[in-house]
C-alpha cells in the first residue's frame, strides 16, 4: 500500500476552498491524473463518479464513491476499476480567515507493468498538483500582497512635499570646476596661460575629419633682403648727404 499525503495554507475562507473542493466532476481541470470525468449519481451528501484517465502511460478507469462532509473534510474511495485499492480524503481547517488543506492519497495499484517506485511518483505528482491547482483557483479573485505594498509606497511618495534641491556638495580636493581655467589663471594677462605661455587660438584649430593645414609662417618676401643689401652697402660707402642716391664710382674697389 502506497501512502502520500501533503498540505497547503491558502489564502480564502474555507467555504469557498470546501466548494472548489467538494465539485468531484470538476477534478479532471484540477489533477493531472484524469482527463474526463461523469458524474453517475448525486445525492445530499454523495456522488458517484466514473473517472477515466492514464496511470503511468496506461489507460486507466475509476468508479469512486464520495462522501461530504461540510465543510471539513470530503472523503472517496474506489468501488471498482483498473486500480487494486484507491481511497483519499481532504481535510480543511480554518486559520485567521484562511485555509489548511491537506490531500491524503492510499493505493495499491496491482499493474504488472508499474513498479512501487513509479507508483509513488506518479501519486505524489497526482496529490502536488491537484493541491497547487486547488490553491490557485481559490486565490485568483483575490488581490496580490505586491500590488498593495506598490500602491502604498506610490500613495507615500505622492504625499511627500517636495524639497527644493541643496547646495551641491564639493567635489574632490583639487578638481577644477568646468569652464575654469587652472589655479592662478584668474591673476595672469589675457591670453596667457598658468605657466606664462601664449594660449592657443581656440579659431587656429583644426576641425575633425579634415587634414591639418600646414602653419602659417611669416617669411620675409623677396624685396626685403634687397632693402637690407642696400642699405649695408649705404652705411659703408655712403656719405652723409648722399642718401639716396648710388655709391660713388670711387667707393667700388
Not at 484517465?53 to 471539513?72: C, D, K, M, N, W
Not at 541643496?166 to 595672469?188: D, F, K, R
Amino acid at each position: 500500500m502506497i501512502k502520500v499525503e501533503d498540505t497547503r495554507i491558502i489564502r480564502a475562507p474555507i467555504q469557498k476552498v470546501f466548494q472548489l473542493v467538494s465539485r468531484l466532476e470538476a477534478q479532471p481541470h484540477v489533477t493531472g491524473l484524469w482527463f474526463s470525468a461523469d458524474l453517475i449519481d448525486r445525492r445530499q451528501n454523495t456522488a458517484t463518479v466514473l473517472y477515466k484517465g492514464y496511470f503511468g502511460g496506461i489507460p486507466l478507469e475509476s468508479v469512486q464513491r464520495a462522501t461530504l462532509h461540510p465543510p471539513q473534510r470530503v472523503e472517496f474511495k474506489q468501488s471498482r476499476g483498473g486500480l487494486k485499492a484507491f481511497a483519499g480524503r481532504y481535510s480543511l481547517k480554518p486559520i485567521d480567515g484562511e485555509t489548511e488543506l491537506s490531500m491524503q492519497i492510499e493505493a495499491e495499484v496491482g499493474i504488472a507493468l508499474i513498479t512501487e517506485a513509479s507508483a509513488k511518483r506518479v501519486l505524489h505528482s497526482y496529490v502536488e498538483r491537484s493541491l497547487q491547482k486547488i490553491k490557485f483557483l481559490a486565490e485568483r479573485d483575490l488581490p496580490r500582497p505586491v500590488r498593495r505594498v506598490v500602491e502604498d509606497a506610490a500613495q507615500a511618495a505622492s504625499a511627500t512635499p517636495t524639497t527644493a534641491a541643496g547646495p551641491s556638495e564639493p567635489g574632490p580636493q583639487g578638481a577644477v570646476p568646468p569652464g575654469a581655467g587652472p589655479p592662478g589663471a584668474g591673476n595672469l594677462g589675457a591670453g596667457l596661460t598658468g605657466e606664462g605661455l601664449p594660449a592657443p587660438d581656440p579659431s587656429a584649430t583644426v576641425p575633425s575629419g579634415l587634414p591639418p593645414s600646414a602653419p602659417q609662417t611669416t617669411s620675409p618676401g623677396p624685396g626685403s633682403g634687397r632693402r637690407r643689401r642696400r642699405r649695408r652697402r649705404r652705411r659703408r660707402g655712403g656719405q652723409p648727404g648722399t642718401r639716396g642716391q648710388g655709391p660713388t664710382p670711387g667707393s667700388q674697389a
